[in-house]
Structure formats: C-alpha cells, structure tokens
C-alpha cells in the first residue's frame, strides 16, 4: 500500500491555497498534479480532460513528457482512461501494462509505469475528465488511496466547472460540461416550447468545498442526517401524504436509506478525506448519478434516484436552503423540468410564465399531464436522467410532438426550431381557418367536437377552435388548486364565470374527482395502498354529503334559470347514481322554496369509467339523461395498467380489439335508449384514436383545446362509412386478429389524412 505524505486532509489544504493563488491555469494545473503526485508519493500524476468530441485530452502531468501535454489524446473507451472516463470508475492496478485495455502512448513514456490508479472526475454524474497516479514498481492503491483521489477529483470537477479554466480549451474543443444534449422522450402535449429550463426540485450549489475543522464538519453531517430523518419519519407518521401511496413508498424508501450504514459511512469518510459536510454529499451524490447514468435495470434506477433525491435533500438541510425556488417568480418562458410531478404542483406554478414541462417519468393521461394541456403547456415525459444534468437557467427546447427534448441546443438546432415554430404556426393558421366550417365528414356525418376544459383560463380558445362547447369542465382544479376548501360563493362564481365565457354554447360540469393523483392538501385521508382505486370521487361526495350538496347548490344557483349539465363521476353501481339524483333533487327543491330560479332544464350524466358499470348499462340508461366515457380511466381499469406509468400502459392499446368492443357496447346502450354519449377522455384528441371511436359509432369528442384543430382536419377529409364497417368486421366475433391500429392507418393513408 503507499502511504500518503499528510494524507489528503493536507493535500486538500493545499489545493485550496493552490486555487487562491493568482496562477494562469495552465500553471495552476501543473502546480496541481506536483501537489498529488507529492502527496501520494507517487511517480506520475496526469490530469485528462473529456473535449465535446469526445476526446480525453492530457492538460497537465507530473511524470510523464511534457511534450505529451495538449498533444495526447484517447477516445472515450480507449486505454486505461478511456475505460475509466466510459464507466465512470476508479480502476486501480498492479500491473498496469498487463491490462487487456492498456495502450501505449510512445509520446508519454508511459510504460514504465507498473502500478496505477485512475479515477473519474464527476460533475452532476458527468464525467468531465480522469485522475491519475501511477508507480514505476509494483504497489497496490488500496480504497483509502482511491477515496483520496475522489475527493481530491471532486475539487478538480469544480474548478473545472467555475473558474477560467475555458482558456486553456483550444477553439471548437469545449469541455464535456455544459454540452448539448438530446433526449428522446415520450411526447404528452402537442406545441413547440424554446425557454429556459427551471428544475421543479433545483440542485442546492455548494460552494464550501474544503473542511476547516473536521470533527465540527461531522457534527454538522450527524446533525442534519438526523433532522431529516425526523421529518421523513415526521411525514410518515402524520399523513401528510394524502393517500398518496407513490410518496408514502418513496419516503419509504428514504428513510431506509437515511439510516443505511454505507451510505451514511461514505459520507463520513469523505469528510475525514477533507470535504466539508455539503461537499461530502456532493462528491457522494456524484456516484450515485453516475451509477444512475448507466443503469439499465429501471428498478434500480429509481432507487438510486430515490438516492438521490435524498441527498438534496440532505444538502438543502446542510446549507439552510428550504427549496429556494420561488414558484411565483419565474423567468418568462420558463421549462419545468422533474422527475415527476403532480397536478396540484404544477398549479402552484405562475402559469403566465411557464411554456413547457418535462418529466423523467409521465404517461399521456396522468392528470398532470391533462392539466398541462388544459394550461396549454408543451409536454414530454420518459426524458431519461435529464434532471440530473440539467441547470436552472439552462437553454432548452421542447418539442411536444416528436417528444425530443434539447437541452443547451447548439445555434443551427435553435436555428431549425425557431423555422419549426413558424410552421406550426402555419399550422395553426390554418387549422384557424377551419374553425367556421362544419365538423361534417365527406359522407355528410356530422361530429360534435368539444373541449375538456378546467380554469376559466383556458375557456377563451373556444372562439379560436370554434368547438361546440365544453363537454367536460374538471371543477376539482378549482380545489386542487386553492390551499382550503373553496366556499359556496366562490364555487358559484366560477361557474358562473365559466358559464359567461362559453356563451351560447353548452357546458357540462363535472362533480369533484379528488383522491387518487389529484391531491387535495386540505382534504385529509389515510394512506391508501391503490389511491386509483381508494376513497375518490363520487365515493367522498357520497360519504361527504356536505361537499357533494355544496357543490350542487353552488351549479344550480350558477345557472342562473339557465339550462345546466351536471355529470357525476366514477359511478361503479346504478344505486350510486340514483343517490345523487336524490342530492340534485333536493337541491333543485330547496331552490325553488327559496325563490332562487331553477335551471330551464337540467340534465344529469354518469361517466361510464369503472368497468363494472359496463354490465349494468340497461340498468344506468333509463336513469340518466346522458352519459360520457372517460377512457382514461377505463382503459386503465381494463387493463389492469396504471395510467399514470407508461411502463405497463403503453403495452396495451386503447384501441386495441377489447377496449374498443367495450367502447362499443357503450354506444349500442346509449343508442338503444336514445341517450347522448361523449368520449371525454384523452382518446378523443387523437386523430387516429378519435377515427377509432367515430369508427364504433361515437358522434361527440371532448377534447383538449390544441386537439381540436388536428381532429377536425382529419374528419374534413375523411369517408367514415367504409372504415365503419371494416371496424365493425374486425371486431366481430371469431374475426381474424387485423390489428384495429392497422386497419385505421391503411385507411388514413389511403384517404391521404394526416393524423
Ligand atoms: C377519464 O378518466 O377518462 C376522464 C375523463 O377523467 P379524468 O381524466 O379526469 O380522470
Ligand atoms: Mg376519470
């Protein structure tokens, strides 16, 4: 083993003098690996840096030819640092040459070197470079050597990150830092956003990187890791969560780690190395992303996410930072960018300042996603690991519609963006002009198409769609996002208000649909193992008899004697149904006692989303005066696939031979007793998928706003006759296995639709 002079406490202390001193960088590099070769009683040290091309540029050396300096490069995997640099990992050898990676540089003198220890130098999990040390006879580096080297790589990463070290980089050959970077992601709401990115849970930025004192910096370490793990333990214990079983299992997953011995013991030993406590959890954190950069194995993925997540945490303890981000003061054009979110956390937002949102996770219909198309925000989920190299204040580039997200885009993609901006406007342009004509296909059928609406925000673009009206209004984002329980007044006149900007047009109000994702702080609950299927919805209005007749009261008084539409979600069983009639009922009564106008005609709807509703349809027809299917909901409950994790919903589709013959058996009971029937979930807005369901014979979309121009465009073009019995066909009994998917893109090509 070789002994450390001083060990690494005073090498840190040396490079702290090092970096304060006034050195051009190329000096201070130089001064820099004398120090660590010294210290480490080594033979050679050498600094590379990963250029944007990918090379790994020696930029200082002790040892080996100072002639190789700026001359010497490797590819990324080549040699013994290209290894290092590809997989993130210290390596330590013995016998260096022997090494089936080993390479020879004759410009280095580098095979004279037997022993060898190399490290990554990491940045927000990136590796910007490798440290190495090596031995002309043959010793071991041990992990106290290696330890050391990470610690002392950790300083290097963040003079690399912060001072002028950019002179030294040769033109066109920037350092792998801040480099451009493309992700591939799931696309979730249509536009094109170009702003700046604003992580949802901002990174805490160190700038005390070398202990003064150890034993107080361990003080500090024990004392913060123990008032986290009280207020994990805190939030456990006192159900703060909602319900919300996702949150429940992440802090979960938090405490066990707060309490891991090795996690907690890394950390310690990178303070004894010399790191203050925050740094300590930095150069921690860095393994970590740089695990999670190249795990494919996606449960280990999240756990060491978690892992992450829980070191921000621990960091915003250490520094006093309580989430610094102000969610009222953001940048014009600001990009949200998250690992995840909910929909009541996106609305605590300033909306007028947020173009765009992009997630780790997402799939297209959780309800945050629905409310950020109902904001108009663009959207992409399944950005793999872009929180973890991305800044606030980075540039980024949002493309809804391929899903692809740039982050620190070089000028010529901005340059092409912008051009596709101009095109969708176009788009949008002419999807204006379509806004007087007819929704009718070429064979003269004619489709109702209406908006999903939510904040009175969003009920202006009815004059630009030109949609019919609003065929579903969520009022819970009214709930979701006020910090207590909205009183009657204020319900009333929101519907009022919502009722006022729609005009002429009619207007479907849905009761609340809290509970499951849609988390009201206000409203408490216990925790449930599945919120999807636990105390929501109508289930809360029918044990919460108050808030149900509350918000009965406040759309009957709304309607001011107008026509008013109430539809009543997640109906499981027709009893369900029967008691809020009695509620609307009473209502309705107490009005006219009071002298209050009763709307001229009210309908009642029930949502066909639970399954079990499905086989009870001549029952539940009879009763209602409409019915709406809310697919998203459906479809998930069909498939026994979580809605809001594109990991299991995305291997089922929602057109897909079963779900659309339960779709049709809706339409044939709604028909069969003359009953109005919507599609109100994500489906509709899909042009393919709303062809789909016109397909089976559904007449009437609600949709979010932006959907309404691609849809309508496509119906314009469009014969639905053949295509409906052609569906009809394949969805027959003993039918062959046409996919339905294929069958609607054959007959899209061939009418020359664009969907
Ligand atoms: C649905 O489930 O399809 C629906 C429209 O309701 P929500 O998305 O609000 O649950
Ligand atoms: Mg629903």
Redesign the pocket.
Known sequence: MVTAIGGPRVLLRQLRETMAEPLASQDRLDKIVNLIADNMRADVCSFYVLRDDGALELFATRGLKPEAVHMTTLQLGEGLVGLIAAEAEPLSLDNAPAHPAFLYKPETGEDAYLSFLGVPVLRAGQTLGVLVVQNSDRRHYGEEETEAMLTTATILAEMIATSDFDTLIKPGQDIDLRRPRMFDGLPLADGIALGKVVLHDPRVVVTNFIAEDTEAELARLEAALERMRMSINDMLDHGDMVAATDHREILETYRMFANDRGWVARLSEAIQNGLSAEAAVERVQNDTRARMLRQTDPYIRDRLHDLDDLANRLLRVLTGDGSALAKKDLPENSILVARNMGPAELLEYDRTRIRGIVLEEGAS?A?VV?VARSLGLVMVGQADSIVSVSETGDDIIVDGITGKVHLRPTLDIEQSYVEKVRLTEKRQAHYATLKSKPSVTRDGIEITLLH?SGLVADMPMLEETGAAGVG?F?TELQFMIASRLPRLAEQVALYREAIRLCGDRPIVFRLL?IGGDKVVPYLRSQAEENPAMGWRSLRIGLERPGLLRTQIRALLTAADGRPMKILV?MVTEVIEFKKTRLVVDKEMDRLRRTGHPVPARLELGA?V?VPSLLFELDALMPEVDFVSI?????VMFLTAADRGNARVSKHYDPIGRPRLRALRTVVEAATLHGKSLTM???LAGKPLEALALMAIGMTKLSMGPSSIGPVKEMILGLELAPIRAAVAEALAEGAGGVPIRALLKDWVDRQKLSV
Do not use: Q
């Not at 809310?630 to 459906?634: A, E, H, Q, V």
């Open positions: 219909t309800h629905i999903n579903l969520r649909d979600p949502m989303e809310g697919s998203n909901d459906l109100c979930g994500e």
